[in-house]
């Protein structure tokens, strides 16, 4: 009786095993609609090089946009130390010129310590 049990057990996990592929769903998610600003600066290139790998351009929308360069160089650093983002050191200054003059303090018509 216990071998007719288990080898009924083992067909309907054999049967599991074959129609689990068939049971896959495909999951199509939209297409990431955010980009960085384009920019002339070197540091625009570097930033859909490297930041893009991780998380979405949303990302520095949710930054104050009265931020520092001192707060952009931390941002930056941080994603290379302690998270491992794999950019070149000497990418670091261009990517933090960028980003605090195209979403930062030092924007275009930004006065001092205005959002």
Request: hydrophobic residues 45%; contains cysteine; aromatic residues 10%.
């Amino acid at each position: 009786m216990r071998r007719v049990a288990a080898r009924g057990l083992l067909a309907a996990i054999g049967v599991c095993l074959v129609m689990a592929p068939a049971l896959a769903l495909d999951i199509v998610l939209p297409r990431d609609s955010a980009d960085f600003a384009p920019s002339e600066l070197p540091g625009y290139a570097l930033v859909r090089q490297n930041c893009l790998v991780c998380h979405s351009a949303h990302y520095v929308l949710y930054q104050p946009p009265s931020s520092t360069r001192g707060y952009w160089d931390a941002t930056v650093r941080k994603m290379k130390w302690p998270f491992g983002a794999l950019f070149a050191d000497e990418d670091i200054a261009p990517m933090v010129d960028y980003l605090v003059r195209t979403y930062g303090a030092e924007r275009p018509g930004q006065a001092a310590g205005q959002p």
